[in-house]
């Protein structure tokens, strides 16, 4: 069972931080975007055009069965219904059972290096929806999303434009939540792929749960490429002591909102808005050596950067 865990949230694992941005003048929708259309499958209620946790298992069971972890529910912001991720432990095993909801209806586009998602040949500036998420060890769990652009050409994946990665924080309310893209490439885009889940711990805490709703594309991005915090340097990296400075000449990056992840996506530190200085330190001292990943939000967007422990 933890086999086939650790295959789910290898689909969905991304890692980030909550941003806001202003609303952008033009809205692009998709079929279902607002969790109004559910249809029998997997023995259970399951939105159409999103594959659920019970579609990724689904390939390894005989026959169609529900973990309960992806469901429909009346709690919405905007029309009938909304989706609520769940970890859900399973009777008599005790294994937990996280939520994952991924855009599109072939799930076996992931095997065999296709796109997946939707087919999709706008350029939108990002992507937002609205959420929930409740629990007691929500913000331990790190629930989290997704968003790419790509184009499949000559049989490969090119991407098109990423959504800065987004680490969900604790909300008791429908919450606004804006992703913005960085693109990487002038042309079109053919397809848009987006991942919800409600964790990405390897050990996740039943009764955490996430509730989406309105997801949507904003605004049509012009330029080609985004250029956030070209300057942004971090001194010393990798680092022995697990302490890092931050440096550079926009002062937003400086005070802004941070987080910090470890490579299985769990969040290890967060900061809220810092207090103005010339230089910003972030403390992983006691931390494992590895990889981690740095998000700081900013009114561009969020800026992202690798910081290396030894």
């Not at 279902?32 to 209620?45: D, H, I, K, M, P």
């Not at 680490?167 to 893209?181: H, I, R, S």
């Not at 530190?269 to 200085?277: S, V």
């Not at 403390?283 to 969020?302: C, E, F, H, N, W």
Request: proline share 6%; aromatic share 8%; glycine share 8%.
């Amino acid at each position: 069972m933890q086999k086939l865990l650790r295959f789910a949230a290898a689909v969905i694992a991304v890692h980030g931080l909550l941003t806001a941005a202003p609303a952008q003048a033009q809205t692009t929708t998709f079929a279902n975007g607002n969790f109004e259309t559910w249809s029998n499958r997997n023995a259970t209620q399951a939105p159409d055009n999103w594959l659920t946790t019970d579609d990724i298992f689904g390939q390894f069971l005989p026959i169609p069965f529900s973990f309960g972890s992806v469901t429909r529910t009346t709690d919405s912001h905007g029309g009938a219904y909304a989706v609520k991720l769940e970890t859900v432990t399973m009777p008599g095993r005790g294994d937990t059972i996280p939520g994952a909801l991924m855009l599109g209806t072939q799930l076996e586009a992931f095997r065999l290096g296709l796109p997946g998602g939707i087919p999709f040949t706008s350029r939108p500036q990002e992507l937002q929806f609205y959420y929930k998420l409740t629990g007691a060890h929500a913000a331990d769990d790190s629930a989290q999303v997704l968003v790419t652009l790509t184009r499949f050409v000559n049989g490969a994946i090119e991407p098109i434009a990423v959504g800065e990665p987004l680490v969900l924080a604790p909300a008791a309310t429908y919450t606004l939540a804006t992703v913005p893209l960085t693109y990487i490439s002038s042309d079109a885009p053919d397809s848009l792929q987006i991942a919800f889940t409600n964790t990405v711990v390897n050990l996740p805490h039943p009764g955490t749960a996430l509730y989406i709703d309105d997801v949507s594309l904003r605004g049509t991005a012009l330029a080609t490429r985004t250029k956030v915090a070209s300057d942004l340097r971090i001194y010393p990296n990798p680092s022995t002591s697990g302490i890092f400075e931050l440096s550079t000449a926009e002062a937003a990056l400086l005070t802004a909102p941070l987080s910090v992840c470890d490579a299985t996506g769990r969040v290890v530190l967060r900061e809220d808005k810092a207090r103005a200085t010339a230089n910003r330190r972030i403390d992983l001292s006691g931390r494992p050596a590895g990889i981690y990943s740095l998000q700081l939000s900013t009114s561009k967007g969020v800026v992202t950067r690798k910081l290396v422990v030894q």
